[in-house]
């Protein structure tokens, strides 16, 4: 339980850091407005031409007799509208992520020098193309275990008391968890550290990262909250990923993480 306190204290210090930098702040919603306004576009398409969709695939259907066509069809609509609304949450970070790579890229190094007791931080060394390239390969292959969880749960969710119950809360905490590692990603990547590793860090502090990325996601789910959180999202994922490495940071700094906390590994 203390670490899922300390999770969303460095949530919420990610969210004072960016407040006390505005230009951070203010660069960093440009990829979530982009993604949000592309993300928003796919829903309304699948909105209107959903049915035309769902009707196209069903030929099977068209003989049914009334109203078992129309029923039928209806709830495949839905649920195809379903999937794509959680598609988009689940995915929704690792896209602006991709988007706004170089912008996080310096949010979090300038984090690192904020909170870093020689005001330094640690640095990949790779060309842009390269640190694009294994953020994508990255993201796509953590999109699909998040695909795998997400129709996993939304089969359960069929399931009477329990689905409507039990389903949601896990899967609001493995949202949290696949939203955590896409942000510490920023920091991690620029350390060498490779996915296989992230994660296995991440499954050592589980109170941690959901006590972080449980309320992210909450949040996620209120239209244009996401963008306004992703630049203090980034920052605190920062500093948490320093908190996983048993880095030194820097007390006395409102960002940084104050030895009393007694947060570190």
């Known amino acids: ?6 999770g969303f204290r460095y ?14 702040f203010g660069f960093g919603l440009l990829p979530g407005l982009i993604t949000l306004v592309l993300y928003a576009a796919a829903l309304v398409a699948l909105a209107l031409w959903g049915e035309d ?5 069903t030929p099977f259907a068209d003989d049914w007799s009334s109203p078992w066509a129309g029923l039928f ?5 839905a649920v195809l509208f379903a999937l794509g609304l959680l598609l988009s949450v689940l995915t929704f970070t690792a896209v602006t992520l991709l988007i706004g790579q170089p912008f996080y890229e310096n949010l979090s190094e300038k984090v690192d020098r904020d909170v870093s007791p020689d005001g330094t931080a640690p640095e990949s060394g790779l060309p842009l193309w390269r640190e694009l390239w294994i953020s994508a390969r990255d993201s ?33 905490f493995v949202t949290g968890f696949f939203l955590t590692e ?10 060498g550290v490779e996915l296989r590793e992230r994660l296995r860090l991440l499954r050592s502090r589980k109170t941690l990262v959901w006590g972080f990325g449980t309320p992210l996601g909450l949040a996620f789910l209120v239209p244009f909250v996401a963008v306004f959180l992703m630049p203090g999202a980034v920052a605190g994922a920062t500093l948490m990923a320093r908190d996983l490495l048993g880095e030194e940071t ?16």
């Open 1 to 6: 339980m203390r670490d899922l306190g300390a």
């Open 11 to 24: 949530l919420l210090k990610g969210q004072r850091w960016v407040a006390r930098h505005g230009k951070q």
């Open 53 to 57: 969709f769902v009707t196209w695939a």
């Open 73 to 77: 069809r209806g709830f495949l609509t």
């Open 140 to 172: 796509l292959r953590i999109v699909v275990r998040a695909l795998v969880w997400g129709v996993l749960l939304f089969a359960l969710g069929f399931i009477p008391v329990v689905g409507q119950t039990v389903v949601p809360v896990i899967g609001f």
């Open 182 to 191: 896409e942000l510490t990603a920023v920091a991690l990547q620029r350390r």
């Open 250 to 265: 820097a007390t006395g700094d409102d960002a940084g993480k104050p030895e009393e906390e007694g947060v570190t590994p």
